[in-house]
């Protein structure tokens, strides 16, 4: 089985495995009214891509990148809010594919970090204060 | 592909610039005032030990990033012990010394010195934002499984509105005094950069009004920035300014051009996706871009297609830029090599992409107004550091000084 | 400096150095499961993805009867090596359906040939679109699905020899 393997990989005609159907139509292709555009664009580079090492959908060459750019634009011309594809595929795939993390149990300790750090960095630096007299 | 050099690009890599700049501010204080001792101590060890951390993060394979170039556990394990050695060890010397450091002077909150700790604090906050942010996904992985994803949304959010803040700060320190200073008199000094700042926020959201919110305040920030940088000349004999005071000048400059840099190629870049036939032009900025060719090519290990584009500005010189799609053999390997045409005041990329059936070519085309500012700010701090330094080694020779340990 | 301040960053070096230590031990998974195991398969309808087998809807996997679903396409090299597995697991009774992502009648007409044909259906995903409803990011991947269209179970990459017995008797268990 092994040598058929090997032997496929060789014959296969594209060496890296990809379809050879070109891309979903609106994946490299811009919306035709602007807003729409960046609501979409926006939108593109806060997924991120299931295939890649760390890139968004917007960023990646890759197929299936180029299909879920592709459902997010027509969806976006369809009048859909940015926010429901989104929880559209946070439903699908969790929270790991969306870069802005959602505010829940698991993540609170993320984003109460910054008033955290200013508040503990406040309390350190209080003692170089000279007291003020009244 | 293309680096996105925005706002809202922070990196695990970056960790390490934070603490550095933070260093410079400290050392300035001990040097004048001999205060905030323990804190530059402990600044010095966290920058090394951020630097060391960064090269752990690249090249162990434990974060998922594009710009992770090797997937090495071994020297990762290698790297984590040093890691503990060093910095575990500096850090244990730290707690248990650093009661010997003599205390410094003691200032008012409203003093120089109470912006550079404010300085201090919000540089750390964002070097702990940054760190946060990066490993966060990896220890709720490790505590319930779940599988996370961090980026640029969060720390937008996160890290800033206290950039903001900073450069708010940036801009106040230099006019106020040392040790003591009288709140009323010290709002009228920043009376004017603040002045600037409003009407350059008003001036931006007219001119843009769907601008991001973030790049709307850097952009006014940076103005008001740049305005309180110069300030400390104003009313000054320019040929006895010390070195040092020119090296903040230029220092505080730069970051106000830097971030007007980022600020602009957030909201102002253009991208144009167009499928074109060879001998179309297609406009982007301020450039019109001629599809003139497509011819095959190849190097050492590779073979690439090459396209062949003109631009031209108006009615200047044409340019030709050349971007390839490239396909290595061993490993098989596609890449794309940008093309890239800068200009004073803004970049122009272009990227080749696939063929359609119909024959048309995929064109990635960018205009970024102004992405420059941001090299032009950071060379700018550059130099004001080294004139600061070089201020500081000059006034040395002169002046002997205490120990402090 | 007061003495939970200049123990701090020691402390908080050795959660750090912890956290990273975790990283480096733990296991590289780079899977991203399906979030919809339990929940009923997204409503779709697809065309024949080959001539001489019909396409796929949802509705035919709501019947009563259970069905194993393969993810596959014939430009995927592991997708011919489950090939065996699949006709394994159709030969044991279970019916298996599939979804070709991003295929050529013609070329899949080819993969057939070549590497035997277990399915009963193949529907055809030019745009990934039923991968992503259901939460699929790769193929080859397989959902046992009960027989009122509920998702059970996902296998992401391909069927090994060893693990045909346990899927179809989670595919028969299934009712």
Known sequence: MRRLILALALVAAPIWADSDLPPAPLADTQLPDPKQEAEAQALMETIRCLVCQGQSIADSNAELAGDMRAMVRQRIAAGEKPQAIRAWLIRRYGSWV??????????????????????????????SFRRRRA | MDERLDLRCLDPQSVLALPAGELNGDRMVLATRDGLRAWTLMLAVIAFSMSMVGTFLVRSGILTSVHAFAVDPKRGTFLLALLFVYIGGALALFGARVGKVREGARFDPVSREAGLVANNLLLSAILGIVLVGTLYPLIIEAATGTKLSVGPPYFDAAAGPLALILLAVMAAGPLLRWRRDNLVASLKRVAPAAGLALIALVAVKLAAPSIHILSLLGLAFAAGLALASVAPLWQRNLRRTPLFVWGMVLAHLG????VAGMACDSSFTVEKLVAARVGETVKVGPYSITFDAVDPTFGANWQALQATLLARRGEGDVLRLSPQARTYWAPPTETSETAIHTALDGQLYTVLGKQAVDGRWQLRLWWKPFVTLIWAGGALIAIGGALALIGRLWRARRKPREAWL | MKSHTKWAPLVVFILLGSALTYGLAKPDTRNIQSKMIGASVPSFTLPPATAGLPGLASSDLATGQPHLLNIFASWCIPCAA??????????????????????????????????????????????????????????????????????????????????????????????
């Open chain 1, 98 to 127: 969306t870069y802005d993390p959602p505010l829940d149990r698991v993540t609170w300790a993320l984003w109460a970090a910054p008033i955290l750090f200013v508040a503990a960095g406040l309390l350190v630096a209080r003692s």
């Open chain 2, 255 to 258: 970051v106000a051009v830097s």
């Open chain 3, 82 to 175: 489950e090939a065996p597995q699949l006709k394994a697991i159709a030969d044991a009774g279970v019916p298996v359906v599939g979804i070709a992502v991003r295929d050529r009648p013609e070329a899949l007409a080819r993969f057939l040939a070549r590497n035997g044909n277990a399915f009963r259906a193949i529907g055809a995903d030019d745009a990934s679109q039923v991968q992503m409803a259901m939460g699929s990011s790769g193929v080859p991947e397989s959902f046992v699905i009960d027989g009122k269209g509920r998702i059970l179970n996902q296998v992401i990459g391909p069927i090994n020899p060893q693990d045909v017995a346990g899927l179809v008797a989670a595919v028969k268990a299934a009712r």
